[in-house]
């Protein structure tokens, strides 16, 4: 039997051995990812993001107890950054979630991000429909420790969860464009912290003045939690529910399948390209090079050239 | 021009132990050699780390023990492997281990045993002669 049939029946070791080829990029894993496409679609993907720090992981690790109370399956991916001097990671999030780590319906993999910019790994929408097609209800995608443009979590999942912590700045922060405008669930972790109910009133007066985008309707809610008393992790459990029943009826889920649709195909014709240039006639990749360097011709010119070339 | 194949480890400290430097400095001697390096961290059971080892498709398994439970936790990780079709993970130790107890490890399946005082290029240079990310599709 093929990995993917083996995949579609909940196989972890298969699962996990086709993520590995994903991510290497390794002959024959793009061609199961083919066959595993049209079983995706069904999971609920929550991305989870924040600064390094505030509680992602550790209010994740929370999470899965919550939905597996429900007796939903869980999958999580866990990006964490690779070194751009050596090219290593330490891939750490699994600590905090370790109590789950001997439950057969929690699957959980970490991926590096190398050198992939945004706060994700290329192969990091590959592994969630790899969990998606496993029968994974809820999938928990955890973003590198970002930055405030670091958005492309917003782009992959369903809901996105933005976890602040209290001392992270004032009112004039809660202004800045960014992943505060993407962010659908708000939590406020270490609440235990002074500062957390200033942090709280600073957010929700920016999020009073947020206009009708479609990211702003029915959640946009701010909470407290002290991931690491799991206290208040249920309200988050409850609200990312009632915001996926929510989104099922109200049209908004299929916009975001068309959204993440495009973008997936966005990505896939630029990863067709670099593979054609990497697997092309070196010598004559060589001479289009030369002749760009000498500006005999332009980019734009050679990309029409290659494109001529694929069909 | 493929892209090169990445190593994965990881890295952990079964049973009750809390001496974690060791496992720290191998995981952090790992990325600096461009290792992806799975950090599970202290008090993990034979089962999260054979799980976990399974879950993450990583190429070797680094445990480290203080505790002086080696002789039951390392054989017990190498049982499961096997059991749960993680067989060809290859298994290091280091930590405090008498050496009267080495080649009786290494009989249940341990690879190696790296004691206190190794060089950190030993240990690089061993896993790089000994251990290939793994190219089978099919498991």
């Given amino acids: ?311 | 021009m493929k892209p090169q194949r990445k190593f994965r480890v990881l890295i952990a400290k079964p049973g009750l132990d809390g001496h974690d430097r060791g496992a720290k400095v191998i995981a952090r001697s790992y990325r600096d050699a461009g290792f992806e390096v799975v950090y599970l961290g202290l008090h993990q059971t034979p089962e999260q780390i054979v799980n976990a080892a399974i879950q993450e498709d990583v190429d070797l398994i680094g445990i480290s023990c203080h505790s002086g439970a080696h002789m039951y936790l390392f054989p017990e990780i190498i049982k499961l492997l096997r059991e749960k079709g993680g067989g060809d993970i290859t298994v290091i130790g280091g930590g405090i281990i008498p050496r009267e107890d080495i080649a009786e490890l290494k009989k249940t399946g341990v690879k190696e045993i790296f004691l206190p005082g190794t060089p950190m290029d030993k240990i690089i240079n061993w896993t790089r002669e000994n251990v290939k990310p793994v190219d089978r599709i099919d498991r």
């Fill in chain 1, 1 to 311: 039997m093929g990995l993917s049939e083996n995949i579609l029946l909940g196989d972890v070791l298969s699962a996990a051995r086709l993520i590995r080829f994903l991510e290497d990029e390794v002959d024959g894993a793009a061609e199961e990812m083919d066959i595993l496409y049209q079983h995706t679609g069904h999971a609920h993907v929550i991305g989870i993001t924040g600064a390094p720090g505030v509680g992602k992981s550790t209010l994740l690790g929370c999470l899965i107890g919550q939905f597996r109370q429900k007796n939903m399956k869980v999958g999580v991916v866990a990006v964490d950054p690779s070194s751009p001097f050596s090219g290593g990671a330490i891939l750490g999030d699994r600590v905090r979630m370790q109590t789950y780590g001997v439950d057969a319906d929690v699957f959980i993999r970490s991926l590096a991000s190398r050198g992939w910019k945004g706060g994700l790994s290329r192969a990091t929408v590959s592994t969630v429909h790899v969990m998606d097609a496993m029968g994974k209800d809820i999938i928990l995608v955890e973003a590198v420790g970002s930055g405030q443009a670091d958005i492309d979590i917003a782009n992959v999942s369903d809901t996105t969860v933005l976890v602040m912590s209290p001392g992270a700045g004032d009112d004039v922060q809660m202004m800045k464009a960014g992943i505060l405008e993407a962010a659908d669930i708000f939590v406020i972790n270490k609440a235990d912290v002074a500062g957390a109910e200033q942090l709280r009133q600073a957010l929700q007066a920016m999020l009073s003045l947020s206009g009708n985008s479609a990211r702003t309707e029915y959640a946009r809610t701010v909470l407290m939690t002290e991931a690491n008393y799991d206290k208040g992790i249920g309200d988050v459990a409850e609200t990312l529910i009632k915001r996926w029943n929510y989104i099922k009826t109200n049209g908004e889920i299929e916009k975001r399948r068309r959204e993440q649709a495009r973008l997936e195909l966005t990505w896939a014709v630029e990863d067709y390209l670099r593979k054609h240039m990497d697997t092309m006639d070196q010598g004559q990749l060589t001479n289009m090079i030369d002749k760009l360097a000498q500006r005999k011709t332009n980019p734009r010119s050679v990309v029409r050239e290659i494109i001529v070339q694929i069909s």
